[in-house]
């Protein structure tokens, strides 16, 4: 049965690379690019947390972001290594691992999934939970105040709200199949 979830898990690893091999959108403005990879973190919160529970929507973070650390090109652009998580946009990939915990910590508690939860939790774990570790690192490594390193933030709004509707869409069609499941 704990097979099982790993393998799963490791599909989300898996996705989180696919996703990777999107070329990312760099800003003028910012250091940090539009990347399709949060979409990865929103479904991996909202199918794992859902099925199996939000330590392995955090787990499958966590392996993609020790791949990236060790060198594995997985992020948008084919980059990887050590120096990724000393740059502007290193908290944001911090945020992936929790923003995943947080959307699968509200997700494994419903009872009745829907999209509107679906979305609620990936507002919240996916956008929001992403953002409190990106913005303060972006801030900081900028050497700009947290209000513009968050109205800089801003951009992405547009974007991330598509990738929520999408991962909702996605994890409610999925919740109602039946995985290897805490349920």
Do not use: C, W
Request: aromatic share 10%; hydrophobic share 55%.
């Amino acid at each position: 049965m704990k097979l099982k979830k790993l393998m799963y898990t490791s599909i989300f690893v898996a996705v989180m690379g696919v996703l990777g091999l999107l070329p990312s959108i760099p800003l003028a403005f910012s250091p940090v690019p539009l990347t399709m990879q949060t979409l990865g973190v929103m479904l991996s919160g909202s199918i794992l947390g859902y099925h199996l529970g939000s330590k392995y929507a955090a787990m499958s973070q966590l392996v993609f972001l020790l791949l990236v650390a060790i060198g594995v090109p997985l992020l948008a652009g084919g980059r990887g290594g050590l120096g990724v998580f000393v740059v502007p946009s290193s908290g944001y990939l911090i945020g992936y691992l929790f923003g995943s915990y947080f959307v699968g910590l509200i997700v494994e508690r419903m009872k009745s999934p829907t999209f509107l939860k679906f979305f609620m939790a990936n507002i919240m774990g996916g956008v929001i939970g992403v953002y409190l570790f990106g913005i303060p690192v972006q801030a900081f490594m900028m050497e700009i105040s947290l209000v513009e390193a968050l109205v800089l933030s801003f951009v992405y709004l547009p974007g991330d709200v598509i990738k929520v509707i999408i991962a909702s869409v996605v994890a409610v069609k999925i919740a109602k199949v039946p995985l290897v499941s805490n349920r």
